[in-house]
């Protein structure tokens, strides 16, 4: 491990929203992880008709948890400003907590969401500028309700559109917000690597670090690989936080090797924390390696409560903790630390 004070980083998803935030609130404060990555968030748009709420430009939580900000102004309980969600998150750090870094995470699994195609035809349709757009006054207030959230996580994984992204980078930090990136697709990079080039016109220190996706699409991907080719085409350094996916039952794709072709099954996909401590050794030893993050604590929870289905046979061998912790100290285990 080359970085001191390595960064520990656990997503999640509707776990941390304002119907399931309290169940996990005080273990996180004291678990060891470092930043906290909440969402996912979108960007409302004007092609799902059958949501008759949603309006071009809301921000919109995931799941079950809609409508955060609409026409500039937080929604209805439990999202309003005086609801108690977004001071909860903000209890996730300071005061002896362990967590230092909140991030809100933007995007997500490309064939689910349209986050960045809406951004685009948002960014366009106004001349090329968010100035004055719904979106801009709905960023604004989510500024304002989460004032404890340091910065935007960009999980792009559809419309890679340099000049819309870029320019959404920039509103965002001229609203205090860091940026980190969270890519997968190595065919991606010269994209992410643009991108990174041209904020960095505007602030050298603009992008805090790279959470790279080593998980599922992105099983492939090793940090230093990706470190090299920001390195060729930047001259500069980037910290790359090496992620890897938790244990869960659900859909995976496998290869038939009677019909020759890839087919879906429900079946334990994800690692389980000796694997993933093998994962995380392997890169611990690269130079571009400032931590690793764990995808993510609904999965956790999902998958504590599936161990007990017998007819899912055994998730882990050996019956490794599977909480939030046992997954934190495979990581931490994988990095020497």
């Not at 709905?138 to 559809?158: H, S, T």
């Not at 609203?175 to 643009?194: A, H, K, N, V």
């Amino acid at each position: 491990m080359t970085r001191p004070n390595p960064n520990l980083i656990l997503y999640g998803v509707n776990r941390l929203g304002p119907k399931h935030i309290d169940k996990h609130l005080f273990n996180l404060r004291d678990s060891g992880f470092t930043t906290i990555v909440f969402g996912m968030f979108h960007i409302g748009n004007d092609v799902e008709k059958d949501k008759k709420d949603m309006k071009l430009g809301d921000i919109i939580y995931n799941g079950d948890e809609p409508l955060v900000v609409q026409e500039g102004k937080s929604f209805p309980p439990p999202y309003a400003e005086d609801s108690h969600w977004p001071g909860k998150i903000g209890l996730l750090k300071g005061n002896g907590s362990t967590i230092t870094k909140i991030y809100a995470s933007f995007g997500g699994d490309g064939q689910a969401v349209q986050d960045f195609k809406t951004i685009k035809t948002i960014y366009e349709k106004n001349g090329r500028s968010f100035s004055g757009t719904q979106l801009e006054k709905n960023l604004l207030a989510f500024r304002r309700i989460f004032p404890a959230v340091d910065g935007i996580d960009m999980d792009c994984e559809e419309t890679y559109d340099l000049d819309s992204f870029v320019a959404f980078c920039k509103l965002l930090m001229t609203m205090g917000f860091e940026i980190t990136f969270c890519p997968y697709l190595w065919d991606s990079r010269q994209f992410w690597i643009q991108a990174l080039i041209e904020l960095r016109k505007v602030d050298p220190q603009a992008v805090k670090w790279w959470n790279l996706q080593c998980y599922s699409g992105g099983i492939r991907n090793t940090p230093q690989v990706w470190a090299q080719a920001v390195a060729e085409a930047t001259n500069q350094p980037i910290d790359i936080m090496a992620g890897d996916g938790v244990r869960y039952w659900g859909e995976q794709s496998k290869f038939d090797e009677k019909s020759g072709k890839w087919i879906t099954v429900m079946d334990w996909g994800g690692n389980c924390p000796p694997a993933m401590t093998e994962k995380f050794s392997e890169f611990s030893k690269e130079p571009c390696l400032g931590g690793g993050f764990i995808w993510d604590l609904d999965l956790i929870t999902k998958t504590q409560n599936d161990v007990h289905n017998p007819s899912y046979g055994i998730a882990c061998p050996g019956n490794p903790s599977l909480d939030a912790i046992g997954y934190l100290n495979a990581m931490k285990k994988g990095l020497s630390l």
